[in-house]
T-cell receptor
């Protein structure tokens, strides 16, 4: 079973920041937080991952709380093409173990 | 940008027939996966494959399923005798060998939609 909890859905206005929360209170010391998204019925797409420090790449920023029990994915300027289901997944870093997908958060970006 | 490719994009088959779904992983990747997603449901892990053998499989991956890497490029999923409940989108994914330099990310293909009648 997925080890994370996410809200089932969220709305965001186009051009505004989308902040997607994730709870992972049972995360262990060697587990990273990964974020993927799935646009419509396409294959899941990697967004970002982190261990304990905040991370930023060209797609998003990841803010992880100091106790590592929760995190927030930030899309700084959401566009209509960011409408997707966003999955927060915990997984041992550098491992090739499989990803366990939960139900994710359905983000709807509205004009 | 390198990508995982899957064929066919859509296959319709009769119940009881054998189906083979094909995947071409990214060329320097050594770990391969199959996932499935029944319409409206979660993405579910089926199997992972490394060094020509299954490294992990879920309870979904029963004796009706098999995987193979018949040559240096293809990775296939075979369903021996399809059932109605096998109707789903099947996603192939690949990742690099373990390394401190890798992100551990899986790259997914666009999926093969299987419809069993």
């Amino acid at each position: 079973d997925a080890k994370t909890t996410q809200p089932p859905s969220m709305d965001c206005a186009e051009g505004r920041a989308a902040n997607l929360p994730c709870n992972h209170s049972t995360i262990s010391g060697n587990e990273y937080v990964y974020w993927y998204r799935q646009i419509h019925s396409q294959g899941p797409q990697y967004i970002i991952h982190g261990l304990k420090n905040n991370e930023t790449n060209e797609m998003a920023s990841l803010i992880i709380t100091e106790d590592r029990k929760s995190s927030t994915l930030i899309l700084p300027h959401a566009t209509l093409r960011d409408t997707a289901v966003y999955y927060c997944i915990v997984r041992p870093g550098g491992s090739q173990g499989n990803l366990i997908f939960g139900k994710g958060t359905k983000l709807s970006v509205k004009p | 940008e390198p990508e995982v490719t899957q064929t066919p994009s859509h296959q319709v088959t009769q119940m009881g027939q054998e189906v083979i779904l094909r995947c071409v992983p990214i060329s320097n990747h050594l770990y391969f996966y199959w996932y499935r997603q029944i319409l409206g449901q979660k993405v579910e892990f089926l199997v992972s494959f490394y060094n020509n053998e299954i490294s992990e499989k879920s309870e979904i991956f029963d004796d009706q399923f098999s995987v193979e890497r018949p040559d240096g490029s293809n990775f296939t999923l075979k369903i021996r005798s399809t059932k109605l409940e096998d109707s789903a989108m099947y996603f192939c994914a690949s990742s690099e060998a373990p390394s401190g330099r890798t992100t551990g990310e899986l790259f997914f293909g666009e999926g093969s939609r299987l419809t069993v009648l």
